[in-house]
Every structure is written in structure tokens, then in C-alpha cells.
């Protein structure tokens, strides 16, 4: 049976990719976590991102044939805050679970951000350069070129992503599905956008991609660019809500210590004609939201 290694898997993204795996029942899985709970069915290792030994020997112990790299310190506002645990947790451990699976002759898959970009120039391809504007994105275009020269390893960009956790956890898409839900006010920015991609059609592309033998950098988006409230609006027409509780919001309004980038919407061409038969699902699904 193939062995997949997912770090992360009991994050959004990485729940899903070990959900689906788990669904096709001949792989041997092992979970990655930190605090919280994987989706039930894998075997779980608990290890601090920082703690590069463990990381190492895990890797070599287990052997893998795939890695999905998807842990990391995914706020902004933290890595913003904490600088060298960012750099530790998604620079650095980046870097040594790419040797260690290239030295198992892995296949490694390496989640990085649409975040890597200042958003002064969208839409991207892949061959557009990196300049981030956070902390955040500077340690994961750090990692991207860290990585770049291991054998069997590509680095995907991900865009925002939508759609229900696989595990009781939080997050910002069910906070805003309950606040439409309840009628409770929500401020949504209406010149900040993104190309949102379903959390399920993001991991399926990442099982792809990892069978597949990408090498380089490739990006995935959903099917529409839409500002976070046009987001938020559609989902909510979806649901029969003509009028919901929205404040629009300009980004300029918000103090950050950080600029918040304007535009960050990927182009996935490269994926599309890899793929040519994958329909990402647009936002009003109602498969996304119930
Ligand atoms: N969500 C998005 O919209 C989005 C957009 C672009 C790119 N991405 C990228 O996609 C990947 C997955 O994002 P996500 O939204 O799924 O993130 P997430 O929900 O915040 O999950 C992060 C995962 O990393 C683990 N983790 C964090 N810090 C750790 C540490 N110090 N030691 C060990 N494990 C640690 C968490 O474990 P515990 O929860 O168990 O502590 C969790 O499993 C990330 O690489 C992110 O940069 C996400």
C-alpha cells in the first residue's frame, strides 16, 4: 500500500486531503498534528513544527512515498508577532521535511500562499515573482526557495480557501456561514479579492498532484476572482438570504501593521491543462456551505 505522510492534518486543509485519502482505503496514513485532532482512521504523531530531530526521524521511520506539507503558522497577525517561530515553523521545518523525504525518495508537496505576492499585479502565474508584504508570506517564499532544489518536490500556491472543516474546529468561513445564518452583523471588505477555492477541490488537486510527477511551482484557484464580500453575498443568495447582514468595508479602513494586499488572484492555466477534466466548484455550491 502506498505510505502518505500529511503534516497539518488536523488543519483545514490538510483534514481534507487525509478525509479523502482515508476514503480510498488502501493507503497507509500517518497524521502530522499539533494540539488538535486529526480526522479519525490514521495513524497520529504529535510534533511541534520547531523540533527539527523529530521531524527527521519521523520521516525516515515512517518512509513515505507521498508527503502533503500543509502545517504551518497559517495567522498572519502571529507570524507577524513572532517572526523567528515563523521562520522555524514554515521556513525552516519546510526545508527539513523536504530533505528528509527526498532522502526516502518521496514525493514532496509543499503548500504555499497566494500571499507571496503584494497584490499590485493580479492575476499571477506561476512565473511571476515573489514580494510578499507580510512576515507571513516572506517564510513562505522563503520555503519555496528552500526547497527548490530537492529532487520529486513541488511547491502548489494556494489560494483562500472556502467550504466547512473536516474536524470540529474554528474558522473564518463557519463563523461567517453562522453569522448569516443568525442574522448578525458582519464587516466584509469590498476591495480586497481573492480566487477562493473549495477546501475539498483543493485537496483533491493536491492527491493529483502528488501522483503526479509537477515538479516546480504550480497554482490552484476556484473558478471565479471575487472580493470577500462578493463572497460572502454569493453564499448567502445561495442560501435564500436576499438581504444579509453585511457593513461593506474598504481595506485602507483597517490599521494593520502590515498592508493588506489589494488583489491576490491566482491563475492555474498550468493545472487546468494537467487536469483538464477538474471543474473547480464555485462558491454558491450549496455542497460548500451545508
Ligand atoms: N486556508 C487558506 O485560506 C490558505 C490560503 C493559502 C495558503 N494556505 C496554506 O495551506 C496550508 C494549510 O492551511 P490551513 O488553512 O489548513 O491551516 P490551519 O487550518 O491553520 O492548520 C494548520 C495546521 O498546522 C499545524 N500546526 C501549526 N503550527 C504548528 C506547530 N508549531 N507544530 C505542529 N503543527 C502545527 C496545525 O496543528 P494543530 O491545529 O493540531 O495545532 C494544523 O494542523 C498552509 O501551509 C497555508 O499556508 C492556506
Given amino acids: 500500500?502506498?505510505?502518505?505522510?500529511?503534516?497539518?492534518?488536523?488543519?483545514?486543509?490538510?483534514?481534507?486531503?487525509?478525509?479523502?485519502?482515508?476514503?480510498?482505503?488502501?493507503?497507509?496514513?500517518?497524521?502530522?498534528?499539533?494540539?488538535?485532532?486529526?480526522?479519525?482512521?490514521?495513524?497520529?504523531a504529535r510534533i511541534p513544527l520547531d523540533d527539527v530531530e523529530a521531524l527527521r526521524r519521523t520521516?525516515?521511520?515512517f518512509a513515505p512515498d507521498f508527503v502533503i506539507h500543509t502545517a504551518a503558522m497559517t495567522a498572519v497577525s502571529e507570524a507577524f508577532a513572532r517572526p523567528d517561530d515563523a521562520r522555524r515553523q514554515n521556513t525552516l521545518a519546510t526545508r527539513i521535511l523536504a530533505e528528509s523525504a527526498a532522502e526516502c525518495g518521496a514525493r514532496f508537496l509543499f503548500t504555499s500562499t497566494d500571499m507571496v505576492f503584494d497584490g499590485a499585479n493580479a492575476p499571477y502565474t506561476e512565473d511571476a515573482a515573489p514580494t510578499p508584504l507580510s512576515v507571513y508570506g516572506r517564510t513562505k517564499a522563503d520555503a519555496e526557495r528552500a526547497i527548490a532544489d530537492l529532487p520529486h518536490t513541488l511547491t502548489v500556491r494556494i489560494p483562500l480557501l472556502f467550504g466547512l472543516p473536516a474536524?470540529?474546529?474554528?474558522?473564518?468561513?463557519?463563523?461567517?456561514?453562522?453569522?448569516?445564518?443568525?442574522?448578525?452583523?458582519?464587516?466584509?471588505?469590498?476591495?480586497?479579492?481573492?480566487t477562493p477555492m473549495w477546501n475539498r477541490d483543493a485537496a483533491e488537486a493536491l492527491i493529483r498532484l502528488?501522483?503526479?510527477?509537477?515538479?516546480?511551482?504550480?497554482?490552484?484557484?476556484?473558478?471565479?476572482?471575487?472580493?470577500r464580500m462578493e463572497m460572502i453575498v454569493a453564499v448567502a443568495r445561495a442560501m435564500g438570504i436576499a438581504s444579509p447582514a453585511i457593513r461593506p468595508i474598504?481595506?485602507?479602513?483597517?490599521?494593520?501593521?502590515?498592508?493588506?494586499?489589494?488583489?491576490?488572484?491566482?491563475?492555474a492555466e498550468r493545472f487546468g491543462r494537467l487536469f483538464p477534466d477538474f471543474s473547480p466548484t464555485p462558491v454558491s455550491d450549496p455542497r460548500t456551505w451545508s
Wanted: aromatic content about 4%.
Fill in 1 to 44: 500500500m502506498p505510505r502518505w505522510l500529511i503534516t497539518g492534518a488536523s488543519g483545514q486543509l490538510g483534514a481534507r486531503v487525509l478525509h479523502a485519502l482515508l476514503a480510498r482505503k488502501h493507503a497507509d496514513l500517518l497524521a502530522l498534528v499539533g494540539t488538535r485532532e486529526p480526522p479519525p482512521g490514521a495513524a497520529i
Fill in 59 to 61: 520521516v525516515r521511520d
Fill in 167 to 194: 474536524t470540529p474546529r474554528p474558522s473564518t468561513f463557519a463563523n461567517q456561514l453562522a453569522a448569516l445564518r443568525e442574522n448578525r452583523e458582519q464587516t466584509l471588505f469590498t476591495d480586497e479579492f481573492r
Fill in 210 to 227: 502528488a501522483e503526479s510527477d509537477v515538479a516546480g511551482v504550480l497554482h490552484l484557484c476556484g473558478p471565479q476572482r471575487l472580493s
Fill in 250 to 267: 474598504s481595506r485602507l479602513d483597517v490599521a494593520g501593521p502590515e498592508p493588506r494586499p489589494a488583489d491576490l488572484s491566482l491563475r
